[in-house]
Nanobody, 124 residues
Framework: QVQLVESGGGLVQAGGSLRLSCAAS????????MGWFRQAPGKEREFVAA????????DYPDSVKDRFTISKNNAKNTVFLQMNSLKPDDTAIYYC?????????????????WGQGTHVTVSS
């Protein structure tokens, strides 16, 4: 079992930046692939970023590519999501997820462990 706690959300103006953190605890948290997903009101959960167990492989959808960066500090069992050039469309609850995945995955079903989420609001 792995427990995940997100932090770093908040209110920011369009064009601004936020850095989300996800602290993992429990059994061998550094041995998981990690993902960030988001869900806006009335919309389905959406893939945002993923990083492999070692941190050597990352993946992003076109909607956030070149604006968001995922990174992993295995020594501190923490995953980060640096979000730059934020847009009002980025407003959502952001969730951290962990899973035993060979490399990485965009599918939420591949991640059995989830945090409670952190709110991000981008004003225009």
């Amino acid at each position: 079992q792995v427990q995940l706690v997100e932090s770093g959300g908040g209110l920011v103006q369009a064009g601004g930046s936020l850095r989300l953190s996800c602290a993992a605890s429990g059994r061998s948290p550094s041995k998981y692939a990690m993902g960030w997903f988001r869900q806006a009101p009335g919309k389905e959960r959406e893939f945002v970023a993923a990083i492999s167990e070692t941190g050597s492989i990352t993946d992003y959808p076109d909607s956030v590519k070149d604006r968001f960066t995922i990174s992993k500090n295995n020594a501190k069992n923490t995953v980060f999501l640096q979000m730059n050039s934020l847009k009002p469309d980025d407003t959502a609850i952001y969730y951290c997820a962990a899973g035993w995945i060979a490399t990485i995955s965009r599918r939420p079903q591949e991640y059995p462990f989830w945090g409670q989420g952190t709110h991000v609001t981008v004003s225009s």
